[in-house]
């Protein structure tokens, strides 16, 4: 596949589409079997309290993948990100509520690069509080 987005069509500070993305308690016990992380945090109420932790916290690796979701929808293509890193700032606190927790993304051009090639940066929050920090990931546009 190609990015259907166009280089040509971009320039520093487009946005692209904003996102939420629900994610409940059913939601972290199905990506612990996908991904074989079983840490009790994830899913334990009882051990992530005795640990210092406000509640179950959603996978770090979960919460990261969500994000880029963003761009992947924005090109049509998994494969034009080429590069993607994020620092963790702060859990996802995903309460036991039948609502669970809501991510927040959104993103937008920050550089023009070589090769048809952007820096796209993301900004993800959860309960009011940003969740990733650095999120930024270079994408290849047709």
């Known amino acids: 596949m190609t990015a259907r ?3 040509a069509d971009v320039e520093v500070g487009t946005e ?3 996102r939420s993305f629900p994610v409940t308690r059913d939601t972290l016990v199905r990506y612990a079997g996908a991904s074989g992380d079983f840490n009790p945090i994830h899913w334990n109420e009882k ?17 990261m993948a969500e994000a880029v979701r963003v761009i992947t929808d924005w090109t049509g ?3 034009a990100v080429v590069e993607y ?3 963790f700032t702060k859990p996802v606190v995903v309460p036991n509520d039948g609502e669970g ?4 993304v959104s993103g937008k051009v920050a550089a023009l690069l070589d090769d048809n090639r952007v ?3 993301l900004t993800a929050t959860s309960g ?4 990733l920090g650095m999120a930024r990931a270079v994408v290849a546009l047709a």
Do not use: C, N, Q, W
């Open 5 to 7: 987005i166009s280089y």
């Open 16 to 18: 692209l589409p904003a």
């Open 47 to 63: 051990f992530a309290v005795a640990v210092g932790l406000p509640d179950v916290i959603a996978h770090g690796m979960f919460t």
């Open 77 to 79: 293509d998994p494969g």
């Open 85 to 87: 890193g994020v620092r």
């Open 101 to 104: 927790a809501l991510i927040e």
């Open 119 to 121: 820096r796209v940066d």
């Open 128 to 131: 009011g509080e940003k969740v």
